[in-house]
Nanobody, 128 residues
Framework: QVQLVESGGGLVQAGGSLRLSCAAS????????MGWFRQAPGKEREFVAG????????YYADSAKDRFTISRYSAENTVHLHMNSLKLGDTAVYYC?????????????????????WGQGTQVTVSS
C-alpha cells in the first residue's frame, strides 16, 4: 500500500503563490508517474500536472501552463506543485496521485481512472 499526504494548501489572494507538497510512504513509488489533480465544488476532478520519475517528462493542463511548476524528489518520495499568479478559478481541493504505470502519454497521464493511489487532498482557496 501507498500513503500520500498533501500539505501546503491555504487561503491566498489572487495573484499570490502557494507551494503544495505530497509525501509518499509505504510501498516504493519512485519509478511511477505521479500527478496533481484538483476538484472544485460541483465539478469533476481534473488533471493539473504530472511528472515522471526523473522529472524529464512533465505535462500540464492548459489552465496550469506558465503558472504552475511540478517537481519531484524521488530520493525523498516527494512531489511538489508550485503555483504562481493564482486566480479565483484555481480554488479547489488539490490531490496528488500515483499512476499505475511508469510512463504514460499525455492522454493517459491526465486520465483520473489510471491513477491507483490518492492522497486526502489539501484545500486551496483564492480570494479577490
Amino acid at each position: 500500500q501507498v500513503q500520500l499526504v498533501e500539505s501546503g494548501g491555504g487561503l491566498v489572494q489572487a495573484g499570490g503563490s502557494l507551494r503544495l507538497s505530497c509525501a509518499a510512504s509505504g510501498r516504493a513509488i519512485g519509478s511511477y508517474f505521479m500527478g496533481w489533480f484538483r476538484q472544485a465544488p460541483g465539478k469533476e476532478r481534473e488533471f493539473v500536472a504530472g511528472i515522471n520519475w526523473n522529472g524529464e517528462i512533465r505535462y500540464y493542463a492548459d489552465s496550469a501552463k506558465d503558472r504552475f511548476t511540478i517537481s519531484r524528489y524521488s530520493a525523498e518520495n516527494t512531489v511538489h506543485l508550485h503555483m504562481n499568479s493564482l486566480k479565483l478559478g484555481d480554488t479547489a481541493v488539490y490531490y496528488c496521485a500515483v499512476h499505475r504505470n511508469t510512463y504514460c502519454s499525455v492522454g493517459g497521464c491526465s486520465d483520473v481512472g489510471l491513477y491507483v493511489y490518492w492522497g486526502q487532498g489539501t484545500q486551496v482557496t483564492v480570494s479577490s
